[in-house]
């Protein structure tokens, strides 16, 4: 099955799947990225929750309320013990807040996502946290990491795939694609090396391909033109082997041309990004300029 039929998005003439990443944080606003959206029509959006998700995690949504409490406290003119009393009463709300937080965080991804699904307009959606490890802005730990994206999987919206990373370790990561695959959503297993073109990178396919996930996603930094020719060659080479979709990547300036080219090699999604926005990995094309690449 190719990476189109998976993803249930319509085919087009041969090329690869256009992806743009939505990295918008949180004083972002979703207006302008959802008019260009529109404008330069990519097949889908990932949402690169990394962007976003840690200003609502516990410890700072526990320090907001916290904070709330202290201000309301130095407004009032109340004596010592009855500062020292209230002091100790947020002492007791944390554990009230504590005990309610699953609940809580549930809410917040909701909404969330809610937000992203409501401001896009219709574009198919991958669901990705990107770790600080792997490049990323995100900095859970590898429990929040799981947590958040289970939550985010059964929170009821149809995101066309989730992003897990392969170097989570196993227990948590077959929790993710447990909740993905129960819910019907297919699962993007993906490593990164931002530092060098691993000389093995057929076999980092071959090995990753022996999980339960649906597509296998490689992204390795180019140092060298020899470099970003190893890693087209590694996906030619692993693409006849392994049964799931490949995206491969070699990132970088050096590294443009596997995401012009990449899908000749057997990589069936680039990452392009929507002109006037950042770019969530370095050396990603704007989506005109890759369009217009393919048409010369
Ligand atoms: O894994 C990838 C690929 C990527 O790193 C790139 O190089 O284009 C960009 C990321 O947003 C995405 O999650």
Do not use: C
């Not at 004083?27 to 609502?56: H, M, T």
């Amino acid at each position: 099955m190719t990476l189109r039929e998976l993803l249930h998005l319509p085919s087009t003439n041969g090329k690869p799947i256009i992806t743009v990443p939505l990295t918008l944080g949180p004083s972002d606003k979703f207006g302008p990225f959802a008019q260009k959206l529109q404008q330069q029509n990519p097949d889908v959006v990932e949402w690169r929750a990394d962007y976003i998700a840690d200003n609502f995690s516990q410890a700072v949504m526990w320090q907001q309320v916290k904070l709330g409490a202290q201000d309301e406290l130095a407004q009032k003119n109340v004596s010592v013990m009855t500062e020292a009393k209230m002091l100790a009463e947020i002492d007791n709300a944390k554990q009230e807040f504590t005990a309610n937080w699953p609940v809580m965080n549930q809410q917040i991804i909701k909404e969330l996502i809610g937000t992203v699904f409501n401001s896009i307009g219709g574009f198919p959606v991958i669901l990705t946290y990107r770790t600080t490890s792997q490049g990323g802005q995100g900095e859970m730990s590898p429990v929040e990491y799981t947590t958040f994206l289970v939550n985010a999987l059964y929170a009821g919206y149809p995101f066309v795939a989730v992003d897990v990373e392969y170097a989570l370790e196993e227990l948590l990561r077959q929790k993710i694609i447990d909740a993905a695959h129960e819910v019907g959503v297919p699962v993007i297993l993906s490593y990164h090396d931002f530092n060098m073109t691993p000389k093995n990178s057929t076999a980092i396919i071959l090995e990753m391909s022996k999980q339960p996930a649906d597509i296998i996603k490689l992204a390795v930094m180019s140092q060298s033109e020899k470099d970003t020719q190893l890693l087209l060659d590694a996906t030619k080479s692993a693409v006849t082997s392994v049964s799931q979709p490949l995206i491969t990547i070699s990132m970088g300036e050096l590294g443009k041309r596997s995401r012009i080219e990449g899908y000749h090699y057997g990589s069936e999604m680039t990452f392009a990004v929507l002109d006037g926005t950042r770019v969530s990995a370095p050396g990603q094309l704007t989506v005109n300029d890759l369009v217009q690449e393919w048409q010369e």
